[in-house]
């Protein structure tokens, strides 16, 4: 399968995009190195268990093997619809986010166009090309110390624009 994984250079897509292409798929990774590293994207054929298929390190931009690593911002919309149109992608794995809080509360601007805007701009291109859209979501969007987990109601800028996310997702299943 040919599979978008947006912030596939964090701490959690690092061990989505290995586990994908550990099972033999294509991955396109799109982050822009905000808070992830291109080092999480460096594979030892041992992890991939691949006995003939690239080793170590890659420059960015390079396509290696089964990985293809973009530094680029998930606002960036004809570089996305240029890999929907050359790739078909059947499934995304969005996880590209603000997750550190802090930032959220300091420039709340940045994160609705990282997570709002961002989520919303992929959601059209995955309806556009029929692509299915995985989508990790967070327990900040619930109300602290409520233990049901039922009642939404964030507290924080980063929760509340995952609420929103989490909203343009529903709809655009509909
Ligand atoms: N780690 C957790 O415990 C946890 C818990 C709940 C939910 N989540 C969610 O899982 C997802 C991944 O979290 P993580 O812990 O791996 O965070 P992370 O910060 O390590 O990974 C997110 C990646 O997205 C990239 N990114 C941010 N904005 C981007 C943009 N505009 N364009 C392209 N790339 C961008 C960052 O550089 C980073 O590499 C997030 O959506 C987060 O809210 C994580």
Redesign the pocket.
Known sequence: MNILV????????RWVVLQLLRMGHHVWV????????AE?LEFTADELGWTDGPVGAFCTGINVGKLTFEV????DTSLLRKWFEDYRFQLCY???????VQKSIDFPQDTF??DVE?TFGLLELCRAFQCRFVF?????VYAPFDITLSAIDSTTSCGGD?EATNRCQKVSEK
């Open positions: 947006t912030g596939g250079a964090g701490f959690i897509g799109v982050d822009d190195l905000s808070n992830g590293r999480n680029g911002d998930i606002c969005h996880l590209a986010a603000e997750i550190n166009r990282r961002g990790m979501s967070t327990c900040m995952k």
